[in-house]
């Protein structure tokens, strides 16, 4: 499954329709290089979700935490400065994961999840950015469960 974009607002369009779609407990795993646009697809999403902010991305911050107007949080995971998975566990990871999946709408979205798989969830939707041109993102899904399928076939169906 396959999606491509041709500048950052249909980048941004597509993560608004991904968010709007987003169930408790679902983890979006974004993975890709350098300004492939992880942090673009996340402000789409977060804005789909309906997040009270918009997304920011200050350089040394791990997790920003958004809210909604029904109370719910959707979590945004910068995880570009961790190097192993038990790193992620220690600042907390198992804990956000729960509580994603203890309320309705809580879900997760982490950006450079390669750095720590061991404590990814197996249940995830990867979706894998590159540049195929200056302005071009081919947007690649490899969705893990059942949950995850679901998610990414009603997106490029
Ligand atoms: N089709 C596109 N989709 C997304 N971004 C695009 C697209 N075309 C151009 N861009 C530009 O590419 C850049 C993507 O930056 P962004 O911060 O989203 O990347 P990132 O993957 O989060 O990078 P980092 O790993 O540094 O956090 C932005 O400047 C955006 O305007
Ligand atoms: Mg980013």
């Not at 597509?14 to 709007?20: A, T, V």
């Not at 979706?127 to 990414?152: D, H």
Request: hydrophobic share 45%; charged share 20%.
């Amino acid at each position: 499954m396959r999606f491509l974009t041709h500048s950052a607002l249909e980048t941004r369009e597509f993560g608004i329709r991904l968010g709007e779609r987003l169930a408790a407990g679902d983890v979006l795993c974004l993975s890709g290089e350098l300004g492939s646009g992880k942090t673009t697809l996340t402000q789409g999403i977060a804005a789909g979700w309906g997040a009270l902010d918009p997304v920011s991305s200050p350089t040394f911050v791990l997790v920003n935490e958004y809210a909604r107007a029904d109370g719910a949080r959707l979590w945004h995971l910068d995880c570009y400065r961790l190097a192993t998975g038990a790193q992620a566990l220690a600042l907390g990871l198992d804990d956000l994961i729960d509580a994603a999946q203890a309320r309705p709408g809580g879900a997760l979205v982490i950006e450079w999840p390669e750095h720590i798989l061991e404590a990814l969830p197996a249940e995830r939707l990867t979706i894998r950015l590159q540049a195929t041109e200056a302005e071009s993102r081919l947007l690649t899904f490899e969705p893990r469960g059942a949950r995850a399928s679901a998610l990414a076939q009603g997106l490029t169906a």
